[in-house]
Every structure is written in C-alpha cells, then in structure tokens.
C-alpha cells in the first residue's frame, strides 16, 4: 500500500495527494462501525481495514494526518449536534459536527509533529489514553473490536510496534516483523456468563419530539404499563425498560409510583425517570421489588449534554444560553447495585456504560438503559454497543442493555 501511495504521489499535486491519503486512512478507521451497522461483521476485513488505518497514519505526510484527523472527527460524531435541537438551538448543529472534526483534527494532529514513525507511533499509543473534553467515545483499540486482533493496551502496543520495525530494516527481511502481529491475534475467546434469570430488555422507538410532550404522557405510561404486564404474562422474572421511559419526575408522581410497587410483587422491574431531590435534577433508574423500591442516581454525565466540561463562568454562559439552564443534572458520589432475585447487578444509564468508573469493583453483570432517540437517524446506537461490548469484554461483565430507538441486547 506504502509503494502505491508513493507512485501516487508521484503523479498528483501535493494537496490531492494529501487529501486522497488522509480521507483513504479516515475511511480505513471508520468501516468497522458502518459495516456493523448494516449488519456486516466481516472479522478479516476488519483486521486489514484496523491495521492497514494504523499503518497509514504512522507513514502519510504531515498533513494529510490532519486531513484523516478531520474526516475521522466526521465520520464516528457527525451526529452529536443533531440533539441541539431539541433544545432550541438546531442552528449550532452543523457547527457543532465541524467542532467536532476539528478537536479530532487536531487530536490527531499531534501525529504531524514528526514524520518520524518510531515517533509517530509512541504519539498514537499516548492518544489512546487521552479523552478530549472528557468524551471518551474515541477509543482507538475500538478498531480491533470485530476483528481477530485483541483489544488490551499490550496488544495496541504489539501492532504499533509490527508496524514500525520494516521503516528501519533496509535488508530483504524488511517486512519480517509485521509477523509480530500474529502476538496481538485472540487465540480464543474468555466465556462470559450470562445472569441466571429470564430478563426481558423492552425495545421502544419514541420520537424525541414526542417524549416530553404532555399531550403524550398518559398513553407513553399506558404503553410501560401495558409491556410489564406483558412480560409478567410471559413468566419473566425481570423486566428492564430504557433511560427515562417514563418522561417524568417519578417522586412527584404518587400513584404511578404505587402502581409499579403493585406489579413488582409479580416481576422485578427497572426503569428510567427523573428524580427531583433537595431542589437538584438527576436522571436516575428505579428498581421495584416486591413492592419496594431503590434509586440508582447517575454517576458519569455526558459532556455538553448533562454538563459542561469547561470553567465555572464559561458552565453558566453557555448553560443559560445554549441549554436554556437544562444541562444541570447532579451525580451520585458513586455506582449503584441492584440486588436482584438475590443477583448483584450494577445500574448505567446510557453513557455510563461506556466508562471504566461503571465497571470497578466486583462487577459480572450490567443492566443498562439508554434513549438514542436524540441521534435518530445515524450511527449512534452502532458506536455505543461496540463500545459497550468494548468494555464488556475488558471485563469480563455482560451487559442487559434496554434502549428507546435501537442497541437494545445482551451484550457480552
């Protein structure tokens, strides 16, 4: 590939040259996550597509890195300025892809500081522990993740390395190396548990525009209602609906509250809703159990989205202008356990099944809710349960994942 880049070169002026390299190398990145969500998980061409994109960015010129940067930016959050808005402010959507595709610009970019590839590569290894703003959904070994390579730091480490040894050995054993490869492969997968109860994950498709949406809130309750009972007639023995599925302050709702304590004598249920509490917001899971109940506060909030990862007076400007003060949910001071049917599962709602904090500890499995209908339509769902199973098979832990708008599943 290096030889026809280079005849390549040769026969185009340096910015086509620069722009076929870095998009060709954001592409490379990017196509596990496309073909995964057309339902295409091809293991081979995802191990050459993951190593051919590392390869490039430790070799292309300067500032064609720059380019891959920018278009790799786009291709994995050009959607995250489509939840704008449903706060008021949908004009900022577009500058907020193009921030986007700069940060990641520029992330990268740190690539383009040398054009030595020994270099290059130890930047890239470096990159892999960093999270810009606090948004962790670039994880470099996620690009391993449907492939025959492994996933863990080592393994990253051993395929950077392959693929630098051939720029300093100039004899006919120039290419020897890249058979160190062969160390990164998964030789065999660890076995994942599944928890030994019948868990029914609910899968609703809620229009965002609807959700909060009073004229709609009775028949949204109805239809939880109605898919409880169901899962109660079908002999489950837990039943888990999505992040805030009851678009709600669930404490100031007496009689639904009671209503559920009601029918968890028959089944166990999670579900997502609001809590207001010591005037503070949080978006919380509730957990009913013959006819008690638990709140698991959120732990890790999504940045720009439930908070702003800048100053104090940068918070409020953007907070009261952009979010019209909505981005202001409090945490919890750490994560929360259910103890369900006598088996230990820990809460995340949504984004806090992407993080590490949410799998410390003694951790097997995980009941996660999640509303993707902030993204609809676009490759979010897609991103988030290859992250999920990412983290999953990290740890060893299995993931019962409910979703309003797609990714609900085991993930293990």
Not at 1 to 14: D, V
Not at 387 to 396: D, F, G, Q
Request: glycine content about 4%.
């Amino acid at each position: 590939m290096i030889k026809k880049l280079q005849n390549l070169k040769k026969s185009t002026s340096p910015l086509v040259f620069n722009m076929a390299c870095g998009i060709i190398t954001a592409i490379l990145f990017s196509a596990f996550i496309y073909l995964e969500h057309f339902g295409i998980t091809l293991k081979f061409f995802n191990t050459i597509f993951a190593v051919a994109s590392l390869a490039l960015l430790l070799y292309i010129p300067k500032k064609a890195v720059l380019v891959a940067g920018f278009f790799i930016g786009l291709l994995w959050f050009y959607w995250i300025g489509y939840s704008f808005k449903y706060n008021g402010v949908g004009f900022l959507t577009p500058f907020v892809t193009f921030g986007f595709a700069l940060i990641y610009m520029l992330f990268f970019g740190i690539l383009s500081l040398t054009n030595k590839v020994y270099l290059r590569a130890i930047f890239l290894f470096g990159l892999s522990f960093f999270e810009p703003f606090d948004f962790n959904w670039l994880q470099i070994e996620l690009i391993f993740i449907d492939s025959y390579l492994g996933i863990f730091k080592y393994q990253f480490a051993m395929v950077l390395f392959a693929l630098t040894l051939p720029y300093y050995i100039k004899n006919k054993f120039k290419y020897t190396p890249l058979l160190l490869i062969l160390l990164s492969f998964n030789f065999h997968m660890p076995q994942i548990q599944e928890a030994p109860l019948k868990i029914k994950l609910i899968a609703t498709d809620l229009k965002q525009e609807r959700k909060w949406v009073n004229a709609f809130k009775n028949d949204i309750i109805a239809e939880n209602l109605f898919q409880i009972q169901k899962a109660i007639n079908e002999g489950y023995d837990l039943v888990v609906l999505p992040e805030s599925c009851f678009p709600l302050f669930m404490n100031t709702h007496p009689l639904l509250q009671a209503k559920l304590e009601e029918l968890s004598y028959e089944i166990s249920i999670v579900a997502g809703a609001l809590l207001y509490e010591d005037e503070k917001n949080y978006n919380v899971t509730y957990f009913f159990e013959n006819g008690n109940f638990e709140i698991a506060k959120k732990l890790v909030l999504v940045p720009f989205g439930e908070y702003i990862p800048l100053p104090q007076f940068a918070q409020k400007i953007i907070n009261d202008y952009f979010f019209a003060g909505q981005a202001d949910f409090s945490i919890a001071k750490e994560p929360t356990d259910f103890i369900i049917k006598g088996i230990k599962f820990r809460n995340a709602i949504c984004y806090e099944a992407t993080c590490q904090e949410i799998y410390e500890g003694d951790v097997h499995f995980i009941i996660a809710t999640s509303n993707n209908a902030w993204f609809a339509p676009s490759i979010e769902p897609t991103l988030q349960k290859l992250l999920m199973k990412y983290y999953a098979r990290k740890n060893r832990v299995t993931l019962y994942h409910a979703a309003n708008w797609q990714g609900s599943g085991v993930i293990k």
